[in-house]
């Protein structure tokens, strides 16, 4: 055995080690708030649309306890100044290491038919990419290539890092983290939320999911998690009008009694509550079902990616203060045996919804604020593995989308011949630090080397127009 | 009930008082919580035989009406969509012994299967019986079963792992997530030697005609000398499992992994090292669990967050409730833990059960929950007092004490909207939510 292996007797014990994988916590360590002072509540609507929408089912929440209202006044003036002045990230994940061998296929490229004989696709379909002859875009992710087409997609034909691993988890967390780490325990846009983020706005580094995402983990300020934001209400069954809010309240102040508890277990619970207090008061002027769009959405209203797409475009309009959003793409990319099947529907549904997410940001004139990051935690093997699918491989597919996105591809196509590693994985041509980097510096403005680890030691695309 | 504890003797047990609160917590930990007065009852046995009696139950009885969905028509586990779930979620709210069955669940967490994998509910409930038969028996046989598993052939492709064409999904997770941890004592070659040795499954599921042809075909097998950890020979499934179980690291892992479902907080590296004597080379859950049971730790540690689940069956068993909704299908994966769907194949993360989308889940289970019991808001008969509004909603629950701030919170609560001309039956039911969702209830 090598002096590399050696079992973990560390002092800070945690199952989420054991797996590396980042634990995003929802604002551990806010500033103390008194007991008895009132909920911080920060909406980030305007005035105008604040007091357009509370006829509807805001005003019989807060409205009717006549508590809030001074607070939210608070909270407008305070995200009034700021939300518009904010540009925001939106994180797309592809959960299980996409191919890049497929989503942008060398037809040019002859060692490819022999290494797929069974998976490679057609020198016939799909549409050629326009900045390598050799590829082609897979004919179920039209959308990119009509995206760019427009000159809205930066395209990253091999990304990835030096000594890659093959695990999901440790791959996956590695790109959450920002750094080869794997003790890191804050995600890399979690970071730039505890610099840039404010200690009672949740909603500034957003998980459109069931669930936080990692990368967004924050050491000091919170950060939140929804389905969507006309979908988070809290009503009980024999329970209603002031008593409700009266109820919404009593939720709020129990998270404030134990957001600080010394007890780890109660202190989890209590400041789970008090987020979801904040978050409920920054979203109440969406009452159900109140999200329209200006341009249809592919899917139906089971597909959770177009319809949380489609509500973050309506969150920014109403100016809430989002920074950083995280979401997960439809679809199984993990694709060890069946890859064709497996492939084409996930591909199609986000390709769709994000060129659908980007004519809406066009025609309500928010474009110019969003950029959309799309990755995933590895590429596949170049060989085919005769399940019909391809094992976990190195380097891999990403893309960044909006109309400040410098749509020029970053990295070139390694091939398949002298762009193969020992193992036959595609060498990376581009690292995701050095985006990682390049986003920071071009897009928010800030200062990379705070936040990414070595971050002078990557090389930096121009990403941003 | 003989005791074969002299093995751990070095290990510490716990020997501060035991009464109602802290055999609570043990139900929590070991189970889904006390049925009403079951926890006074099991104090009375002492620690030691309070494990014992849930570690090693005499048999098994289920307690109350049997599942149904809500035109109370029996639940069909094998074909109606999700109705797995709720023939699962109903063992445990009824089940008398409920420490096999919380191991069932670490199990699935530990070899973590989806259903959307697998597309067969029957295969899932097959694994499922499996988990549940060997949950706390021989590890080792454990392993060699679930390697064999139809869904775990499915899920991590090892029936699509021939001589021919090696496929490394389950040989990696076997190392990382089974028995050794990531970055622990293998490298990219162990992987593929792995994915060798584990060749010779075969198997297919199909919508129309279900599972079929699941067996071992040596002529899919890979009969070529392989080296794992440095070691060489014609290995086959078998050995890969063995090989893995005989390494130096298995032991720390398998009790750091099996530890971190009953105690939040890491184990001394005393207490380590005994656990790990304790389970080497003879490989058996039981004695391991039973000795985590009552160590201090977990006594004298700090809260742990409910799983979701835990979470669910609880609240059902308090209320003497059965099974007689489909709709916790969807309320559980709103609150982060539907069963048979986990987010991927290292499971579910048990640090980070709450944010605000799952709080919110949390908060609709409760209501779902107390629907069938809600007040009519104009209901008569209450006091319109909050102190007695609130013993009643404590007694609902039957949660003797609150945490000082949450009785605070729910007097000023009662008292302002009594003040406010609240009907006192609205007072009530909005109690019992609040009680259910603060952090009194939420963890143990």
Same mark, same amino acid.
């Given at each position: 055995m090598?002096?590399?292996?050696?079992?973990? %007797?560390?002092?800070?014990?945690?199952?989420?080690?054991?797996?590396?994988?980042?634990?995003?916590?929802?604002?551990?360590?806010?500033?103390?708030?008194?007991?008895?002072?009132?909920?911080?509540?920060?909406?980030?609507?305007?005035?105008?649309?604040?007091?357009?929408?509370?006829?509807?089912?805001?005003?019989?929440?807060?409205?009717?306890?006549?508590?809030?209202?001074?607070?939210?006044?608070?909270?407008?003036?305070?995200?009034?100044?700021?939300?518009?002045?904010? $540009?925001?990230?939106?994180?797309?994940?592809?959960?299980?290491?996409?191919?890049?061998?497929?989503?942008?296929?060398?037809?040019?490229?002859?060692?490819?038919?022999?290494?797929?004989?069974?998976?490679?696709?057609?020198?016939?379909?799909?549409?050629?990419?326009?900045?390598?002859?050799?590829?082609?875009w897979?004919?179920?992710?039209?959308?990119?290539?009509?995206?760019h087409?427009?000159?809205?997609?930066?395209?990253?034909?091999?990304?990835?890092?030096?000594?890659?691993?093959?695990?999901?988890?440790?791959?996956?967390?590695?790109?959450?983290?920002?750094?080869?780490?794997a003790?890191?325990?804050?995600?890399?846009?979690?970071?730039?939320?505890?610099?840039?983020?404010?200690?009672?706005?949740?909603?500034?580094?957003?998980?459109?999911?069931?669930?936080?995402?990692?990368a967004?983990?924050?050491?000091?300020?919170?950060?939140?998690?929804?389905?969507?934001?006309?979908r988070?209400?809290?009503?009980?069954?024999?329970?209603?009008?002031?008593?409700?809010?009266?109820?919404?309240?009593?939720?709020?102040?129990?998270? =404030?009694?134990?957001?600080?508890?010394?007890?780890?277990?109660?202190?989890?619970?209590g400041?789970?509550l008090?987020?979801?207090?904040?978050?409920?008061?920054?979203?109440?002027?969406?009452?159900?079902?109140?999200?329209?769009?200006?341009?249809?959405?592919p899917?139906?209203?089971?597909?959770?990616?177009?319809?949380?797409?489609?509500?973050?475009?309506a969150?920014?309009?109403?100016?809430?203060?989002?920074?950083?959003?995280?979401?997960?793409?439809?679809?199984?990319?993990?694709?060890?045996?069946?890859?064709?099947?497996?492939?084409?529907?996930?591909?199609?549904l986000?390709?769709?919804?994000?060129?659908?997410?980007?004519?809406?940001?066009?025609?309500?004139?928010?474009?110019?604020?969003?950029?959309?990051?799309?990755?995933?935690?590895?590429?596949?093997?170049?060989?085919?593995?005769?399940?019909?699918?391809?094992?976990?491989?190195?380097?891999?597919?990403?893309?960044?989308?909006g109309?400040?996105?410098?749509?020029k591809?970053?990295?070139?196509?390694?091939?398949?011949?002298?762009?193969?590693?020992?193992?036959?994985?595609?060498?990376?041509?581009?690292?995701?630090?050095?985006?990682?980097?390049?986003?920071?510096?071009?897009?928010?403005e800030?200062?990379?080397?705070?936040?990414?680890?070595?971050?002078?030691?990557?090389?930096?695309?121009?990403?941003?127009? | 009930m003989s005791?074969?504890?002299?093995?751990?003797?070095?290990?510490?047990?716990?020997?501060?008082?035991?009464?109602?609160?802290?055999?609570?917590?043990?139900?929590?930990?070991?189970?889904?919580?006390?049925?009403?007065?079951?926890a006074?009852?099991?104090?009375?046995?002492?620690?030691?035989?309070?494990?014992?009696?849930?570690?090693r139950?005499?048999?098994?009885?289920?307690?109350?009406?049997?599942?149904?969905?809500?035109?109370?028509?029996?639940?069909?586990?094998?074909?109606?969509?999700?109705?797995?779930?709720?023939?699962?979620?109903?063992?445990?709210?009824?089940?008398?012994?409920?420490?096999?069955?919380?191991m069932?669940?670490?199990?699935?967490?530990?070899?973590?299967?989806s259903?959307?994998?697998?597309?067969?509910?029957?295969?899932?409930?097959?694994?499922?019986?499996?988990?549940?038969?060997?949950?706390? %028996?021989?590890?080792?046989?454990?392993?060699?079963?679930?390697?064999?598993?139809?869904?775990?052939?499915?899920?991590?492709?090892?029936?699509?792992?021939?001589?021919?064409?090696p496929?490394?999904?389950?040989?990696?997770?076997?190392?990382?997530?089974?028995?050794?941890?990531?970055?622990?004592?293998?490298?990219?070659?162990?992987?593929?030697?792995?994915?060798?040795?584990?060749?010779?499954?075969?198997?297919?599921?199909?919508?129309?005609?279900?599972?079929?042809?699941?067996?071992?075909?040596?002529?899919?097998?890979?009969?070529?000398?392989?080296?794992?950890?440095?070691?060489?020979?014609?290995?086959?499934?078998?050995?890969?499992?063995?090989?893995?179980?005989?390494?130096?690291?298995?032991?720390?892992?398998?009790?750091?992994?099996?530890?971190?479902?009953?105690?939040?907080?890491?184990?001394?590296?005393?207490?380590?090292?005994?656990?790990?004597?304790?389970?080497?080379?003879?490989?058996?859950?039981?004695?391991?669990?039973?000795?985590? =049971?009552?160590?201090?730790?977990?006594?004298?540690?700090?809260?742990?967050?409910?799983?979701?689940?835990?979470?669910?069956?609880?609240?059902?068993?308090?209320?003497?409730?059965g099974?007689?909704?489909? $709709?916790?299908?969807?309320?559980?994966?709103?609150?982060?833990?539907?069963?048979?769907?986990?987010?991927?194949?290292?499971?579910?993360?048990?640090?980070?059960?709450?944010?605000?989308?799952?709080?919110?889940?949390?908060?609709?289970?409760?209501?779902?929950?107390?629907?069938?019991?809600a007040?009519?808001?104009?209901?008569?008969?209450?006091?319109?007092?909050?102190f007695?509004?609130?013993?009643?909603?404590?007694?609902?629950?039957?949660v003797?004490?609150?945490?000082?701030?949450?009785?605070k919170?729910?007097?000023?609560?009662?008292?302002?909207?009594?003040?406010?001309?609240?009907s006192?039956?609205?007072?009530?039911?909005?109690?019992?939510?609040l009680i259910?969702?603060?952090?009194?209830?939420?963890?143990?």
């Amino acid at each position: 055995m090598t002096d590399r292996i050696r079992p973990c %007797g560390c002092a800070d014990f945690s199952r989420t080690e054991l797996f590396r994988r980042a634990a995003a916590s929802a604002g551990e360590g806010l500033p103390p708030i008194e007991s008895g002072m009132p909920l911080p509540a920060g909406t980030g609507l305007s005035r105008r649309s604040f007091i357009a929408r509370t006829a509807g089912l805001a005003l019989s929440v807060y409205g009717a306890s006549n508590l809030r209202l001074p607070l939210l006044d608070e909270g407008i003036a305070h995200a009034a100044t700021q939300a518009n002045e904010s $540009r925001v990230l939106v994180s797309v994940f592809l959960d299980g290491g996409a191919d890049v061998l497929n989503l942008l296929f060398p037809a040019g490229d002859s060692r490819y038919y022999e290494l797929r004989p069974k998976l490679a696709l057609s020198p016939d379909i799909g549409v050629p990419f326009d900045e390598d002859s050799r590829l082609r875009w897979h004919p179920s992710a039209q959308a990119f290539a009509t995206l760019h087409g427009e000159g809205k997609a930066t395209v990253f034909p091999s990304i990835g890092y030096t000594s890659p691993d093959k695990s999901h988890f440790t791959s996956r967390h590695y790109w959450e983290v920002g750094a080869t780490d794997a003790t890191a325990r804050t995600g890399w846009l979690g970071r730039f939320l505890d610099q840039a983020g404010r200690a009672d706005n949740p909603l500034q580094g957003l998980a459109l999911d069931n669930r936080l995402q990692p990368a967004l983990a924050t050491a000091k300020v919170p950060v939140a998690s929804m389905d969507g934001p006309d979908r988070y209400s809290f009503k009980a069954f024999g329970v209603s009008g002031q008593t409700e809010a009266r109820m919404l309240e009593a939720l709020g102040q129990l998270g =404030l009694a134990h957001e600080r508890a010394s007890d780890k277990g109660v202190r989890q619970a209590g400041d789970a509550l008090a987020q979801s207090y904040r978050l409920r008061g920054q979203v109440s002027p969406f009452g159900t079902g109140t999200i329209t769009s200006p341009v249809k959405y592919p899917g139906d209203q089971d597909d959770d990616f177009p319809r949380r797409l489609a509500s973050l475009a309506a969150m920014l309009a109403a100016g809430l203060p989002l920074r950083c959003v995280a979401l997960s793409a439809p679809g199984r990319y993990d694709t060890h045996a069946d890859q064709a099947d497996e492939l084409s529907d996930g591909i199609k549904l986000t390709a769709d919804s994000l060129l659908a997410f980007q004519r809406d940001l066009e025609a309500r004139g928010l474009a110019d604020r969003v950029l959309v990051h799309v990755w995933s935690e590895f590429g596949r093997r170049a060989r085919e593995n005769g399940s019909l699918g391809t094992d976990h491989g190195a380097a891999g597919f990403g893309l960044l989308l909006g109309t400040r996105a410098g749509g020029k591809m970053v990295g070139e196509y390694p091939g398949l011949t002298s762009g193969l590693d020992s193992e036959g994985n595609l060498k990376a041509t581009s690292d995701f630090r050095g985006v990682y980097s390049g986003i920071l510096e071009q897009w928010f403005e800030t200062d990379a080397g705070a936040i990414i680890p070595n971050a002078g030691s990557f090389a930096r695309p121009k990403l941003v127009r | 009930m003989s005791c074969a504890t002299n093995s751990y003797v070095s290990l510490p047990a716990y020997k501060g008082p035991f009464g109602a609160a802290q055999a609570e917590r043990l139900l929590w930990r070991a189970g889904f919580g006390p049925r009403p007065g079951q926890a006074k009852a099991l104090a009375k046995k002492g620690v030691k035989n309070a494990v014992l009696s849930l570690t090693r139950p005499a048999g098994e009885k289920l307690v109350g009406p049997a599942p149904t969905d809500d035109k109370k028509v029996p639940i069909a586990p094998l074909d109606a969509r999700g109705h797995e779930l709720l023939w699962w979620l109903d063992r445990m709210v009824r089940t008398s012994a409920p420490t096999p069955e919380r191991m069932t669940l670490i199990w699935h967490d530990w070899f973590a299967t989806s259903i959307v994998g697998v597309k067969s509910q029957k295969l899932m409930l097959d694994q499922n019986q499996l988990l549940r038969k060997g949950g706390l %028996g021989s590890f080792a046989e454990l392993l060699l079963n679930v390697t064999k598993d139809p869904a775990m052939l499915l899920w991590l492709s090892g029936n699509k792992n021939t001589r021919l064409s090696p496929n490394e999904n389950y040989a990696r997770e076997l190392m990382e997530l089974f028995t050794l941890g990531a970055q622990r004592g293998y490298d990219e070659s162990d992987v593929r030697e792995q994915a060798r040795a584990l060749t010779g499954w075969r198997g297919y599921y199909r919508q129309k005609t279900g599972a079929s042809d699941f067996r071992y075909e040596p002529n899919l097998h890979d009969t070529g000398i392989k080296t794992v950890f440095g070691k060489k020979g014609n290995f086959d499934w078998q050995d890969a499992c063995r090989l893995c179980l005989e390494h130096p690291l298995h032991p720390s892992f398998f009790v750091r992994r099996l530890w971190s479902y009953f105690i939040p907080t890491a184990p001394g590296k005393k207490t380590q090292a005994e656990l790990e004597k304790l389970y080497r080379g003879k490989y058996q859950v039981r004695p391991v669990v039973e000795a985590i =049971l009552q160590h201090p730790d977990l006594y004298r540690g700090p809260r742990m967050v409910k799983p979701p689940v835990v979470y669910t069956a609880g609240l059902l068993r308090a209320m003497g409730r059965g099974v007689d909704s489909t $709709r916790w299908v969807r309320l559980t994966l709103t609150a982060g833990q539907r069963l048979f769907l986990p987010p991927d194949v290292s499971g579910w993360d048990d640090e980070r059960w709450l944010d605000t989308a799952t709080l919110r889940g949390r908060w609709d289970l409760v209501a779902w929950a107390l629907r069938s019991v809600a007040l009519d808001e104009k209901a008569t008969g209450l006091p319109s007092d909050a102190f007695k509004l609130l013993t009643q909603a404590q007694s609902f629950w039957h949660v003797p004490g609150l945490l000082p701030g949450t009785r605070k919170v729910l007097l000023d609560f009662g008292q302002r909207s009594l003040a406010a001309k609240a009907s006192p039956a609205t007072v009530l039911n909005a109690l019992r939510q609040l009680i259910a969702i603060s952090p009194d209830l939420q963890t143990a």
